[in-house]
């Protein structure tokens, strides 16, 4: 409505003035803070509903409202960690995941922020995969004090993997070349303008493994885990699971629905009833408690959240099939 008001009177100034206006209008404006909006539900206490949909990156997302920034999903888990901190009628928080995972660094810092969130509160945090919680959307529920998967969700797909693009025979039949004016052997290490020599494949090798104990560090931290390492490097070997697999192989507590879980948490909690809450922000309106949890899209080109697989080298917790 604001933008329209403007276009009226720039136009209406434009035609008094016989043509010529000039109007400084501030086009990009801060992202809207957070508002809470009870899902269902009556009485004091209050469960937050934390939804962990699409890919997880550090970057900030595109698709808000009209010249409003989309907060990245790690800043946006951060601020409402936040805020339902400084709630003291909100007793516990709930994960409702539907993701393929996304970057390494997005992913760990999601799960540091639950476990000191978990640390400081003393507060119940649950998580439910409703759909897919592939790598990273795995790795991010390990953090929860104990995870539910839905009969038809699929979770696992533990481990690392890292992309490029080797584009030097593309573009030497299109006649274009590159050259590169380095400091050291490998400062240009794995260049999409040139092959990966053995000796650069070993040094990434040697990353992605790190990065792989890193997972399973997780894992094993988990609570209730009755996993050794064997087990957990026998699971991990990159295949996802049904919710039955997962199961039986002690990735996950327990098979069910989201409206269980939160029955679970307020009987923990002690408490009959409860107001079922979320977070939103302008334009995202949430109705019941499986709004906004659509099927995560995703190509191999451009990942819907800000990883782009052609200009940049990003290390993930992804599932790509």
């Given at each position: 409505?604001?933008?329209?008001v ?12 016989g ?8 086009m990009?404006r801060?992202a ?7 899902v269902?539900?009556d009485?004091?206490?209050?469960i937050?509903?934390?939804e962990?949909?699409?890919?997880i990156?550090?970057?900030?997302q595109?698709g808000?409202q009209l ?22 009628d909100?007793k516990?928080v ?9 970057t390494?660094?997005?992913s760990?810092?999601?799960?540091h ?17 409703i759909g ?20 038809t ?5 533990i ?8 584009v030097e025979?593309l ?10 004016i ?5 400062k ?16 990434m ?19 209730g885990?009755?996993l ?9 070997d990159?295949?996802v ?16 629905y ?14 009959k009833?409860?107001k ?13 408690i499986?709004s ?15 990883l782009d ?13």
């Open positions: 409505m604001k933008m329209c403007l276009i009226l009177l720039t136009a209406l100034l434009t035609t008094l003035t043509g010529c206006a000039f109007v400084n209008v501030e990009l801060s809207s803070p957070l508002q809470e909006r009870t269902e539900g009485g004091k206490a209050k937050l509903v934390l962990i949909t699409g890919v990156s550090e970057k900030d595109s808000g010249f409003e920034p989309k907060p990245s999903l790690v800043s946006h888990i951060k601020e409402s960690l936040q805020k339902a901190e400084k709630d003291k909100v516990g709930i994960l409702r995941i539907n993701s393929p995972g996304g390494v660094t997005a760990d810092i999601i799960y922020e639950l476990n000191n969130f978990r640390a400081r509160t003393k507060m119940p945090v649950h998580a439910c995969i897919l919680g592939a790598s990273g959307g795995y790795y991010v529920a390990t953090a929860a004090d104990e995870i539910t998967i839905h009969p969700a699929v979770t696992g797909s481990g690392v993997m890292v992309m490029k693009f080797n025979g573009l030497s039949k299109v006649g274009v070349g590159e050259e590169t380095k400091s050291a052997d490998k240009d290490f794995f260049s999409p303008f040139r092959p990966t020599t053995a000796e650069e494949l070993q040094i090798q040697t990353i992605i493994d790190k990065m792989y104990g890193r997972f399973m560090d997780v894992i094993e931290a988990r609570k885990n009755q050794d390492r064997q087990q957990i490097r026998v699971l991990a990159g295949r699971y049904t919710a039955d697999q997962a199961l039986e192989g002690k990735l996950v507590d327990r098979i069910g989201l409206d269980e879980v939160i029955e679970s948490m307020k009987a923990s909690l002690g408490v009833e409860a079922v809450i979320s977070y939103y922000r302008r334009g995202g309106y949430k109705e019941t499986y906004g949890g659509g099927i995560p899209q995703f190509n191999l080109i451009n990942i819907n959240a800000g697989l052609l200009t940049s080298t990003d290390f993930l917790y992804l599932w790509k099939p």
